[in-house]
Structures are given as structure tokens and as C-alpha cells.
């Protein structure tokens, strides 16, 4: 995903897209999708009996105008519901990787096909498949939502599929599929208004294996020694006192300046001008000390 370098100055906004995935969205989309790449290449494996592999390319931001216009034509695209998800999304797998793996369905070797569209045999063989590949997308996705797929209609020309706005933003998960020696780009398109609700809902609690648990520990551990090892600026402080700029710009090696905090009153112990406990001054050999004292509020409640 392209980046914006950082500046002082101003930055365009795209009104077409005002809210943006953070980083959080990101990875839990990121998590979810390599699930589903892991499943759905041994899914193809098994079902198409030839080697297969699926892999996460990327994951965007874009209107559905944008997506639309990177698609290639013909090309094999899908509507599918995801129940409870509002709307449709759009499961694409170019027309050479949907010949290859009916070829294989069938027995055949795989390799370069014919490009056209699916005859009455076909396109069965492949609907059975896709709703496979769906049935995995529900796993991957099932960290963050039960979904429950459903196959709708498969279109050839991108520009005959409606069901998005042009306007609309949408994200956008491209794989890179292998299906025997056959090599292209897959993408899945869901609307930006579908999975929002789903990424910002407060996350369960996650059951986690012993040795995650223990690795989770131990990062606990190094983290919490790292801190405690941290060196930090530490300030003892008397209570500030007003002087006239004059009097300032006439000091001099030798001046006494009274400060004017009663004797009674312990001095403050400072990090980054927080104020973390109090103090009495005095010495150590010949080192100026301090020693920690309950504060001013602890003694007031006994």
C-alpha cells in the first residue's frame, strides 16, 4: 500500500474515502486472509489433485470504481453474501486459473487453456469449487465474524456487476494463486461498510496454546526488565519562588537567593515534571542524599 511521506504541509483529502483502516484493522485483516490463503491452497491441492499454492500479495483501500478498473475482462467474478454482512462482495479468479482447474477436475493436465466462457458442464464444477474457496474464507474470517457464505451469480465483464456503488470504498485482498503450472492474481472486494463493524467490535479473549502462552511471558518478562533498567532524569525540587528579571540578570558567583520553602514542608522528587514522591534533603558521606518520606496527603490521612 503506497504511504505518504511525512511533511509539515498540507495533505490532500480524498472525501471519497474519510475514514481510513488503521493499523490494528490491518493486521487483524492481515491474520484472517493468510489463514485463509494457508486452507484454500491445500483446499485446491486436494480437490484438483495437482500442486497449489495461494499467497497474500496486499491488502487495499480503494473506491469500487478503482477495483473495477484493474480487473481484466473477461474474468470470472463472483457475488457472494456473507451472512450477517450487509451487502455483496466480489470473490474474482481469472478466467485461465478457472479453465486450469476445471481441466484438472476433469483429469486433464492443466496448463494454458482456451479463453472463453464456461460451457453448461463447467460452470457447475466450477460453482462447486468456489463455494469450497468460500467455505474457507468463512474459517479465515471466523476469528473476527461467523459468516456464512453464499454463492450468487458469476458474471464475465466487471463492468455488469452493480451491486457496489462506483463511489464506494471497498477493500480490496489480492492472492496470488498457483494452480499446477498455471500462475495469476485473485482478488476478494468487500465494501468498506461491511467489515468496519466488524473490525471495530472489542475483541474476545483468545485461547491460547501453552507454548504461546509461554512466549507471551516470556515477552512480558523481557519487556517489564527492559523498563525497570530504563535510566530516567530524576529531580529533587524546592517550591518554585517569583524574582524580578533585574535581580536574575544580576546574579552572581556567591549570591544567596532565599527560596523560601518552609522546613516543614518535604521536597518533591520529579520525573519529566511529574511529581512520583517526596523527600528531606541530606547527605551521605560527603554526597548531597535525599531521603523518601511519606507525602504531604499520606501523612494528612493518618
Known sequence: MSRRGGGTGPQPYDFRRP??????HMRNLQMAFETYARSCGTLLTTRLRAVSQV???????????????????????????????????????PLST????????LGGPGGAQPERPLTDLEMPLLRALIEKMLGELAYG????????????????NPQFVRTIA????????????????EESIASICIPFASILP???KPTEDVQLTPDERMAL???????????????????????????RTDDIVDLRPGDVVPLGHPVTVPLSV?????????AVPGTQGARLACLIVPSPKEDSRK
Open 141 to 156: 474470517l471466523e476469528a473476527m465474524v461467523t459468516v456464512q457464505p453464499k454463492l450468487g451469480a458469476i458474471e464475465y
Open 217 to 243: 511471558l516470556r515477552a512480558q518478562s523481557n519487556l517489564t526488565t527492559g523498563l525497570s533498567l530504563a535510566p530516567l532524569d530524576v529531580a529533587v525540587r524546592f517550591q518554585p519562588i517569583r524574582m
Open 198 to 200: 466488524v473490525l471495530e
Open 270 to 278: 520529579v520525573v519529566n515534571d511529574t511529581v512520583f514522591a517526596h
Open 166 to 181: 462506483p463511489g464506494d470504498a471497498v477493500v480490496v485482498t489480492s492472492f496470488e494463486i498457483r494452480v499446477g503450472s
Open 19 to 24: 475514514i481510513k483502516l488503521s493499523r490494528e
Open 55 to 93: 499467497g497474500l500479495l496486499a491488502i487495499e483501500q480503494l473506491t469500487y470504481e478503482e477495483y473495477q478498473t484493474q480487473l481484466n475482462n473477461p474474468t470470472v467474478l463472483a457475488v457472494v453474501t456473507l451472512e450477517p454482512l450487509t451487502g455483496s462482495i466480489l470473490f474474482e479468479v
Open 98 to 105: 478457472a479453465m486450469a482447474s476445471i481441466d484438472h477436475l
